[in-house]
């Protein structure tokens, strides 16, 4: 086995999220504990140009696997790219971000190539010469420390965890093309349409999460929320409560059976703040909460705290954002 | 995998795991190295729920057809057997192992070899058990089978042996298509999963639950521990109403250093 770590690097239409330069800083820390090299991976169309931006990342070097095919996201297409890289490089660790392509693809690739799999860490290190990880269980209501036993060991690192240190413009690689083989038929599954819902991060992403509960009292009043998310540069997200009575689709979850947050700052309004919601969003930075009980179990994860009439605090909170801004 | 073509019949298997509520409050275990199960209520997993009835659904569109649970657990995962059988399933069977001690490989290759043997069409699974959160197992399961596997689908559609999924991403949802045979896991948004009527919680307890050992297995996941998480520090009330908005804005600007 080698030391060199490989980080699978996602973009869409040519262009990379943040996550992706987390995943190869991160990939980046683990490969000089091992000695390797940060080998960055990017499959896709039309790549070259954007890849080289991962070098300031910590990128040693910068493989772009171009074919047609590739240029959506598919299980079979990039499982068999990343498989024949894995394979050529012999690598210590793979390393991806732990977004909607990241988990699907880390599932196939474990299977493929047989590897133990540490998925959505929040942190990872080198012991005894195995990567063991951090990653939270139970939606975050416990933290389980991993240990993966063998080559390649593939991880990935949950978004707004791992940080993207500012680009190192000094760094400069040249993006080499790897060959790509996909036969005919190759794909069994695979995209023929993509739609856009929203031009804004997804909740998983977000730095600034603004969340409404059942203290909304009916879907009608989302755009309090939806004032204060804009004002404050941030996405909308909601409780099990209001998903479940129609308000909000599923996709605006937060918590144990919706989505897990990280972001810089969490601003709960007219959550009560049930266990299975505190689990999906008790990492965050800074959590406010605004709520009329004074009681709500909301409270004791706020940073800082309203009590208050979220209708009359919400709009005020927004006013007083936008003349900071 | 040998494809069974089948008209008008829809025959559906469903990996199941017996996970604890969500609303239970997780205490660490003495060895800390995993959960303390005193007084735990278990569940089928709630997005396991979802493709079970995803699977019922298919079948009463096809018209006929099986629906089969397999779970790998505990003995006690007999209980949530039952409930699926409850809920419409027509047959379950139960792989053993009461170690617990299994990565998403072997738990895979264990659940594969089970379905393997029932020739489904669809195999289906939850996103991910809510325990471990991983959600790597469905596609060690479809590896080992040979088939693709489509992950997080809001919508199913079936027709003429293939299948059109939407799968959600970040801010929207791809389309995919694939044939049958195949593998698809479930996220919220699918379907309202159905309760089971009380004539069917009776009948249930009649239906074929097979039970067999898990076969052995390595595990190269190893938990080195599990812990709570740290506590947060003790936050401050700002104050009352809508008056205490601008010291909010304020500490966010300042102290927090995020505006």
Redesign the interface.
């Known amino acids: 086995m080698g030391a060199d770590v490989l980080v699978f690097a996602e973009q869409r239409d040519g262009a990379f999220k943040r996550s992706a330069f987390e995943a190869v800083a991160a990939g980046a820390v683990l490969a000089r504990r091992l000695g390797g090299s940060t080998i960055a991976l990017v499959a896709g169309k039309g790549i070259c140009g954007p890849s080289a931006a991962l070098a300031g990342y910590g990128a040693d070097r910068i493989l772009a696997a171009e074919h047609p095919l590739l240029e ?2 598919s ?2 297409g990039y499982v068999a790219v990343l498989a024949a890289q894995a394979k050529a490089l012999s690598p210590a660790v793979i390393v991806m971000a732990a ?3 990241g ?2 693809l ?3 690739l ?3 190539l ?1 590897a ?5 860490c929040t942190a990872l290190e080198i012991e005894g010469g195995s990567v ?1 990880a951090t ?16 080559a390649p060991a593939i991880a990935t690192t949950r978004p707004n965890v791992f940080t993207a240190p500012a680009p190192d413009a000094s760094r400069a690689v040249k993006v080499e093309t790897v060959p790509v083989e996909i036969p005919k038929g190759a794909l ?15 909740l ?2 977000a730095a ?1 999460v603004v969340s409404g509960g059942r203290g909304q009292k009916g879907p009608e009043n989302f755009p309090v929320i939806e004032k204060l998310a804009a004002a ?1 540069g941030g996405v909308v997200g909601a409780s099990r409560a209001v ?1 479940d009575a129609g308000w909000r ?3 605006d ?1 937060v918590g ?3 989505k ?1 947050v990280s972001p ?2 969490y601003v709960a309004c007219g959550i009560s703040g ?3 919601h505190l689990a999906g969003m ?2 965050s ?4 909460a605004i709520n009329s009980d ?1 009681n709500a179990p909301i ?1 004791q ?9 979220l209708f ?2 919400v ?3 927004a ?3 936008r ?3 | 995998m040998p494809v069974a073509i089948r008209f008008g019949s829809m025959r559906a298997v469903v990996c199941l795991k017996r996970v604890p509520k969500t609303d239970t409050r997780i205490r660490i275990r003495s060895d800390g190295r995993g959960i303390d199960t005193e007084g735990v209520q278990y569940a089928i997993g709630p997005y396991d729920e979802i493709a079970i009835e995803e699977a019922l659904r298919q079948k009463e569109k096809a018209g006929a057809g099986e629906v089969v649970v397999v779970c790998l657990g505990p003995g006690d995962a007999r209980t949530q057997l039952r409930d699926a059988l409850a809920m419409g399933a027509d047959r379950a069977v139960l792989l053993v192992d009461e170690s617990g001690d299994r990565d998403a490989l072997s738990t895979g290759a264990a659940l594969a070899e089970a379905v393997r043997a029932l020739e489904p069409d669809l195999v289906l699974f939850g996103k991910q058990a809510v325990d471990d959160d991983g959600g790597l197992v469905p596609a060690a399961v479809c590896e080992s089978l040979g088939i693709p596997c489509i992950g997080v689908v809001t919508k199913l559609e079936l027709k003429d042996r293939q299948a059109t999924a939407h799968r959600q991403i970040e801010g929207g949802h791809e389309v995919w298509q694939a044939p049958l045979p195949l593998g698809i896991t479930c996220q919220k948004g699918l379907n309202e999963p159905r309760y089971a009527s009380l004539p069917n919680i009776m009948k249930a307890k009649k239906k074929p639950l097979e039970e067999k050992p898990a076969p052995q297995a390595e595990c190269r996941v190893e938990t080195l521990s599990l812990s709570l998480p740290p506590p947060r520090p003790k936050g401050k009330i700002v104050g009352k109403g809508a008056a205490a908005a601008s010291d909010l804005a304020r500490l966010l600007h300042e102290e927090a250093k995020i505006l």
């Not at chain 1, 133990?116 to 959505?120: G, I, R, V």
């Not at chain 1, 990653?135 to 036993?149: E, M, N, Q």
């Not at chain 1, 930075?285 to 406010?288: F, G, K, L, N």
């Open positions: 959506r996201y299980t079979d977004t909607a392509m988990k699907d880390c599932a196939a474990a299977a493929r047989k133990p799999c540490a998925p959505d063991v990653r939270p269980v139970y939606a975050g209501k416990a933290v389980a420390r991993v240990k993966l036993v063998g069994r599954a695979s995209v023929t349409e993509i739609h856009r819902t929203s031009a804004k991060p997804d998983t992403e600034i404050l998903v689709p599923h996709s979850q144990q059976t919706g897990v810089q700052l049930a266990i299975q008790g990492t930075r800074v959590i406010v004074e409270f994860v706020a940073t800082y705290g309203i009590v208050g009439d009359e605090v709009p005020r909170l006013e007083e954002v003349k900071l801004a």
